[in-house]
C-alpha cells in the first residue's frame, strides 16, 4: 500500500471483523485507487441487492455441478454494506447461491466501500448473460429505489446505469406480467424511447403512461394473432411478422414520431389489420430471415 487506508476502509475492516467475517486485505485497486477490503463474510449475512435480476435455477444448478466438480471455489462476489451486518451483491448473487447449497460457512468476498456503487456495478454483472425480461427487471428495480434515494435526479444521469430508456418501460409491463411479449415490441420501443428529462419521480409517471400505451397496443396485437390462429395459423414469430406489418416506423424515416404517437398509430394500424391476407409460408419465410422469436 502507498498510503494509509482510508478512514471508511478502516472503519469497514472493523465492522468485518465485528460482524463475524475476516479481512484478508485492505488495498487499492488498480484502476482509479479507490480503497477495496478482500475479505471472507459469513455466508448468512450476504444477501443480493434487491434492484438485480432473479436468480437463474438451471444457472445455479450448472455453477455448483462446476464447483463441486473443481472441489474449489475461485471467484469472490462482489458486495457492499448499506449497513452493519448486511453485505449485499450486485455481482455474484448466482455465486452466493451456490456457496448456500452447498452450506459453505464463508464467503469470499471483494467489499467496496462506498455503497452507492451498487448502481454502478449493476451493469458488470456478467456472470450470466441477461435476457430482456431480467435486464428489464433489473434496470425498474433500480429506478424504483432511485426514486427514494435520488429524487432530485433525471434519468439522464443514470443513462449508464440504465443502459437503455426501453429497459425501463418494459420492466413496469414485465413486473404486472412476466410472459410479456417484450422481444416483439423492443426493436420499436428501442427506435422511439428515450431517458426523461424529468426527475425520478415524475418521470415513473411518464414511464407507466407509456406502458399503458404499449399494453393497449400488445391488447390489439393479441386480438390480431388470435383471429390468425382461427384460420390455422400458429407460429412462434407471428407477432413480430405482424408488428413488422404495422409498424408506422419505417427504416427509411430519420425524423422519428413522438413515443405517445407512434404507439397510438400502431394501435390504429392493429385494428385495421386484414388477416385475411396472411399465409403461413410468409411468415416462415420472414422468421428464418428475421430477428428470434419474442420470449
Known amino acids: 500500500m502507498a498510503k494509509e487506508p482510508s478512514r471508511e476502509a478502516q472503519a469497514l475492516a472493523v465492522q468485518v471483523e465485528r460482524d463475524g467475517g475476516q479481512v484478508l486485505a485492505v488495498y487499492q485497486e488498480p484502476v482509479g485507487g479507490h480503497w477495496q477490503l478482500f475479505c ?15 436468480l437463474s435455477p438451471t444457472h445455479v444448478k450448472r455453477l455448483t455441478e462446476s464447483i463441486k ?5 475461485v471467484d469472490p462476489i462482489v458486495v457492499v454494506s448499506p449497513k452493519p451486518g448486511v453485505y449485499w451483491t450486485p455481482n455474484g448473487n448466482h455465486r452466493r447461491a451456490v456457496l448456500e447449497k452447498l452450506k459453505a460457512a464463508r464467503v469470499p468476498a471483494i467489499l467496496v466501500v462506498e455503497p452507492e456503487t451498487v448502481f454502478e456495478v449493476l451493469p458488470l454483472n456478467v456472470e450470466k448473460a441477461h435476457n430482456l425480461k431480467e435486464k428489464s427487471l433489473e434496470v425498474i428495480r433500480m429506478y424504483r429505489a432511485l426514486v427514494k434515494q435520488e429524487p432530485g435526479t433525471t434519468e439522464e444521469a443514470w443513462a449508464f446505469q440504465f443502459e437503455s430508456p426501453h429497459f425501463v418501460t418494459l420492466g413496469l409491463l414485465y413486473e404486472e406480467n412476466k410472459r410479456f411479449a417484450g ?6 420501443l428501442r427506435r422511439v424511447d428515450k431517458f426523461l428529462k424529468l ?12 406502458a ?8 390489439a396485437l393479441g386480438d390480431v394473432v388470435q383471429k390468425i390462429k382461427k384460420r390455422g395459423i400458429n407460429h412462434p414469430y407471428v407477432k ?10 419505417t427504416r427509411a424515416r430519420k425524423t422519428l414520431p413522438p413515443f405517445d404517437q407512434t404507439f397510438k398509430k400502431l394501435r390504429e394500424n392493429l385494428k385495421s389489420f386484414d388477416v385475411s391476407k396472411v399465409r403461413y409460408d410468409e411468415i416462415q419465410r420472414s422468421a ?5 422469436a419474442a420470449d
Open 40 to 54: 471472507l463474510l459469513p455466508r448468512e449475512r450476504c444477501e443480493a441487492s434487491p434492484y438485480q435480476r432473479d
Open 69 to 73: 466438480r473443481l472441489d474449489r471455489f
Open 183 to 188: 422481444g416483439a415490441f423492443a426493436p420499436i
Open 199 to 210: 426527475t425520478l419521480p415524475r418521470g415513473l409517471e411518464e414511464r407507466r403512461e407509456r
Open 212 to 219: 399503458d400505451l404499449v399494453r393497449e397496443a400488445d391488447a
Open 240 to 249: 413480430n411478422y405482424v408488428l413488422a406489418r404495422t409498424t408506422p416506423l
Open 288 to 292: 428464418i430471415m428475421g430477428a428470434p
